[in-house]
Nanobody, 120 residues
């Protein structure tokens, strides 16, 4: 099972961008999904998370500008980022607690990251 992130790119300040994450492989169930980011020269930080019931939580920098959503039928998650600023420049990683078919335990899995660059 892998998490595949996509949709990153270069945008100008004030623009919007949506990044996506898909859990691919033999997935039985996906619980909490989340987006993290690592700005240049800094540590990884939580951006937003969403439960299986759709309940979302946001870090301070994302509140009011970012919207996290998921499609449980497709095991996918999106992050709509509005009014992007240069300080949002980072590699964005998706993360999920999931269970593979035939497995008895839940795993915490990371995607490979997608780069978002916001120019001023």
């Amino acid at each position: 099972v892998q998490l595949q992130a996509s949709g990153g790119g270069l945008v100008q300040a004030g623009e919007s961008l949506t990044i996506s994450c898909a859990a691919v492989g033999s997935v039985l169930a996906v619980h909490t999904m989340a987006w993290y980011r690592r700005p240049p020269g800094k540590g990884r930080e939580l951006v937003a998370s969403i439960g299986h019931d759709g309940r979302a939580a946001y870090a301070g920098s994302a509140k009011g500008r970012f919207t996290i959503s998921r499609d449980n039928a497709k095991n996918t998650m999106d992050l709509l980022m509005d009014t992007l600023q240069p300080e949002d420049t980072a590699v964005y990683y998706c993360n999920a607690n999931l269970r593979q078919n035939g497995a008895s335990v839940w795993e915490n899995v990371w995607g490979q990251g997608t780069l978002v660059t916001v120019s001023s």
